[in-house]
């Protein structure tokens, strides 16, 4: 697979905050996260980039920042709240927010990473970790990160914790053929997979440990079996392929800087501003990758730092996710 240039890449939109999370669908549209200082949510983009945000009005706390998040069949969304009130929440089409798990196991949810609706309606919630603020999870050693199962939306009290011990949990999908949660971990520098059972999870398996300079954040499958990851710091996306070997398919940093920051995360030292050493550049800091177009072939990437998405074409297409047709 060949290298892309920046000159490769496209962009849509502007005057995007944070558009972390990406969401396309068979007929078009494009979601991405929109903490927009009226009040967070997110925002559709038209084919020519113009921003239809959809903020919450009413209901949401007063920290609500849109982190990840999945599209639901009657057009709502459910969101995780990045804000350390946390909790997983749902926007509805009229901007009402109103919450969807806000406690565990008679604990409050803190900082919430990512909500996946599967195709069954069983939703997947990743929490990186019980820390606030979450930066004292920075730490290759520290793994409080768990990923919650929850069985409908509107049943909070299905909820339970299915993973833990997990080295600051990102994003979790379950993949295209069923089978199997992954899920990114941060600062494990994993990607990780439990086989679905009728109790919930089985064993972890580990399916990468993540090359020198990858901090792994959001991740897509493809077509081909493939996961495709987002790394936050050094602007890298990385094609998984199905053995396990990984490729650098796009890169925007200073190799120097990424070096000296997977120093300081060797020896224990890493910290936020490690983290955000690609804010400044084209990439922006990016931290989720996802495919659409009409052959599922163009890539968009959400980021922590820019106005807009990245696009580019990708040699191979991305799997049809579950919200794929609504």
């Known amino acids: 697979m060949t290298m892309l240039s920046l ?3 496209g962009y849509l939109g502007t ?3 944070r558009p ?8 078009g549209a494009i979601w991405v996260s929109h903490a927009s200082p009226t009040g967070g949510g997110v925002a559709r983009l038209d084919a020519e980039g113009r921003l239809q945000p959809l903020l919450a009005t009413t209901g949401a706390p007063d920290d609500f920042t849109p982190n990840g998040w999945s599209m639901a069949p009657d057009g709502s969304f459910l969101i995780a709240n990045l804000g350390e009130s946390g909790g997983a929440w749902r926007l509805r089409a009229d901007g009402v927010c109103e919450p969807v798990l806000t406690e565990i196991d008679g604990l409050r949810l803190p900082s919430v990473n990512f909500v996946h609706r599967a195709e069954d309606g069983v939703l997947w919630i990743s ?3 019980w820390r606030a603020p979450r930066d004292r999870a920075f730490h290759r050693d520290v793994a409080d990160g768990f990923v919650i199962r929850m069985a409908d939306a509107g049943d909070p009290a299905s909820a339970r914790i299915v993973a833990d011990g997990l080295g600051y949990a990102n994003e979790v999908k379950i993949d295209p053929s069923g089978a199997y949660l992954y899920a990114n971990e941060t ?5 990780s997979r439990w086989k679905l059972t009728a109790r919930g999870l089985g064993r972890r398996e580990t399916v990468a440990e993540y090359g020198d300079g990858i901090i792994p954040d959001g991740f897509e499958f493809d077509a081909e079996g493939g996961v495709w990851c987002a790394s936050v710091m050094s602007n890298r996306v990385v094609r998984v392929a199905p053995d396990g070997s990984q490729t650098v398919v796009l890169e925007d940093c200073d190799p120097a800087a990424v070096e000296a920051a997977m120093e300081r995360w060797r020896d224990g030292r890493f ?10 550049r084209r990439l922006a800091n990016i931290a989720s990758i996802t495919f659409g177009g009409p052959d599922l072939k163009t890539a968009y990437l959400g980021s922590l ?5 990245v696009t580019f ?8 996710p579950p919200h794929w047709h609504f």
């Open 127 to 129: 929490v990186s970790t």
């Open 7 to 9: 000159d490769d890449l």
């Open 313 to 320: 074409t990708s040699p191979v297409a991305g799997a049809a």
């Open 187 to 191: 600062m494990a520098r994993r990607l």
């Open 20 to 27: 972390e999370c990406v969401a396309c669908t068979a007929a």
């Open 305 to 309: 730092a820019g106005d807009r998405l």
């Open 15 to 17: 005057g995007l905050k």
């Open 271 to 280: 910290t936020r501003a490690d983290m955000n050493i690609g804010a400044g």
